[in-house]
Nanobody, 115 residues
Framework: EVQLVESGGGLVQPGGSLRLSCAAS????????MSWLRQAPGKGLEWITT???????AYADSVKGRFTITRDNAKNTLYLEMNSLRPDDTAVYYC?????????WGQGTQVTVSS
């Protein structure tokens, strides 16, 4: 059974940091491009970052310089280090695994940035 399980979300003050994790199982993690997306209240799904199977990264302008995506293929785990968090980063964060013809999603983890 394919599973993507996000964790690490929570409530943080503006300017703070959080580290999200996404534990993968049931598929060959190292062969998939992995991404983080988010959905803010009342808004659509927003792509924020991708790390390819070879480790190449890309970021949306909204998070560039503040967020860092990494992966540990030995642990089948994807990470998102989030720094300098702002209230507009408040959203449910999802991890996504992508391979030609296949895509898997986690259930999401809530991140709330508020004082």
């Amino acid at each position: 059974e394919v599973q993507l399980v996000e964790s690490g979300g929570g409530l943080v003050q503006p300017g703070g940091s959080l580290r999200l994790s996404c534990a993968a199982s049931g598929f060959m993690f190292s062969s998939y491009h992995m991404s983080w997306l988010r959905q803010a209240p009342g808004k659509g799904l927003e792509w924020i970052t991708t790390i390819s199977m070879t480790g190449t990264t890309a970021y949306a302008d909204s998070v560039k310089g503040r967020f860092t995506i990494t992966r540990d293929n030995a642990k089948n785990t994807l990470y998102l280090e989030m720094n300098s968090l702002r209230p507009d980063d408040t959203a449910v964060y999802y991890c996504n695994a992508n391979f030609p013809g296949r895509a898997y999603w986690g259930q999401g983890t809530q991140v709330t940035v508020s004082s």
